[in-house]
T-cell receptor, first 112, second 111 residues
Framework: DTGVSQNPRHKITKRGQNVTFRCDPI?????LYWYRQTLGQGPEFLTY????????KSRLLSDRFSAERPKGSFSTLEIQRTEQGDSAMYLC??????????FGNGTRLTVT | GQQLNQSPQSMFIQEGEDVSMNCTSS?????WLWYKQEPGEGPVLLIA?????ELTSNGRLTAQFGITRKDSFLNISASIPSDVGIYFC???????????FGKGTKLTVNP
């Protein structure tokens, strides 16, 4: 399967801990996106990369959140000092330029 | 926050029935996308629309990009149990890579 891969699938953490998620996009896709989805809502845009450059960030992305794509391939999303309100599904997507997004199956974060 | 109005919020239908759902916005968009999401999975692209008035089919699914560029509908004909899921519309405004999603239409198909 050459789809978008996200790890871990599930993460349970205690409030105040740091967590990091990984996304491996489809190999020929130069664009990579992070979205957050809470129950009963559609995905909400967090940030996107073109190759290794982070080109757009949402106001939802507080300074506790940081995303990287160091070599223009896989990406990591780190949340520092997690809060209960961070509990959500974190979705990664990738695409070629000017094409629809292909999503991974997400990392479900639960902050206790 | 969300800027798309998607309706209905949920639908309960019998297998074999046709389904119609739509999205509207107060703004003009360049692209309409329809995705389906099943429990525990990410959204899967169904249909992409790029031109006002465009009508596109994908098997039993048909979607149209409204002529005013402010709305879109998705029809599913002869529904089957595996059509169950949440259907999202999404739009991309010119000048941004950000996709904005509706809140989804949850479809339940009774065999």
């Amino acid at each position: 399967d050459t789809g978008v891969s996200q790890n871990p699938r599930h993460k349970i953490t205690k409030r105040g801990q740091n967590v990091t998620f990984r996304c491996d996009p489809i190999s020929e896709h130069n664009r990579l996106y992070w979205y957050r989805q809470t129950l009963g809502q559609g995905p909400e845009f967090l940030t996107y990369f073109q190759n290794e450059a982070q080109l757009e960030k949402s106001r939802l992305l507080s300074d506790r959140f940081s995303a990287e794509r160091p070599k223009g391939s896989f990406s990591t999303l780190e949340i520092q000092r997690t809060e209960q309100g961070d509990s959500a599904m974190y979705l990664c997507a990738s695409s070629p330029t000017d094409s629809p997004l292909h999503f991974g199956n997400g990392t479900r974060l639960t902050v206790t | 926050g969300q800027q798309l109005n998607q309706s209905p919020q949920s639908m309960f239908i019998q297998e074999g029935e046709d389904v119609s759902m739509n999205c509207t916005s107060s703004s003009i968009f360049n692209t309409w996308l329809w995705y389906k999401q099943e429990p525990g999975e990410g959204p899967v692209l169904l249909i992409a629309l790029y031109k006002a008035g465009e009508l596109t089919s994908n098997g039993r699914l048909t979607a149209q990009f409204g002529i005013t560029r402010k709305d879109s509908f998705l029809n599913i004909s002869a529904s089957i149990p595996s059509d169950v899921g949440i259907y999202f519309c999404a739009e991309r405004r010119g000048g941004s890579e950000k996709l904005v999603f509706g809140k989804g239409t949850k479809l339940t198909v009774n065999p």
